[in-house]
């Protein structure tokens, strides 16, 4: 499968266990901070912005899995791939990879839902629907 969008990242000391291996909650990191600069490498705006001029809450993740295949240490450089978002409604999953010289470390997916301000609700944020002008910075 052929990413959307990629990046190479040097793994930090500081997200490495005494051994020096990457603690895996810092891989979901990762794919996570992938999500956001994909985001605005289509064509979106920087996240801040986008809550001003989209009315958007966020896009917070419900839905986590990852598989930790093989290791990364400190001083490797991975890159993580992402796969452009598979909409439903309201929410998309995403798909990610992240390789250390081609060998499979990591394979998850996130699942996060298109949120809005609405005060009158009692955390003052609702799911919409996600606009058909993001779901079109996303087709191939």
């Known amino acids: 499968m052929t990413a959307f969008f990629s990046?190479?990242?040097r793994i930090e000391w500081g997200w490495c266990d005494p051994a020096g291996i990457?603690?895996?909650?810092?891989?979901?990191d990762m794919m996570s901070e992938n999500t956001v600069q994909m985001f605005e490498f289509a064509g979106l705006p920087k996240k801040r912005q986008m809550r001003a001029e989209m009315n958007i809450a966020g896009y917070p993740l419900v839905d986590l899995q990852a598989?930790?295949?093989?290791?990364?240490?400190?001083?490797?450089?991975?890159?993580?791939?992402?796969?452009?978002?598979?909409?439903?409604?309201s929410s998309f999953t995403i798909g990610h990879r992240i390789r250390k010289d081609g060998t499979l470390c990591v394979e998850g997916a996130e699942k996060r839902v298109w949120t809005v301000f609405?005060?009158?609700?009692?955390?003052?944020?609702?799911?919409a629907t996600v606009p058909e002008d993001v779901r079109r910075l996303f087709e191939t």
């Open 22 to 28: 990457v603690f895996a909650p810092r891989f979901i």
């Open 67 to 89: 598989r930790f295949i093989f290791p990364a240490t400190y001083g490797d450089n991975v890159i993580i791939e992402s796969d452009a978002p598979v909409f439903e409604k």
């Open 7 to 9: 990046r190479t990242l």
């Open 118 to 127: 609405d005060p009158s609700t009692p955390s003052g944020i609702k799911s």
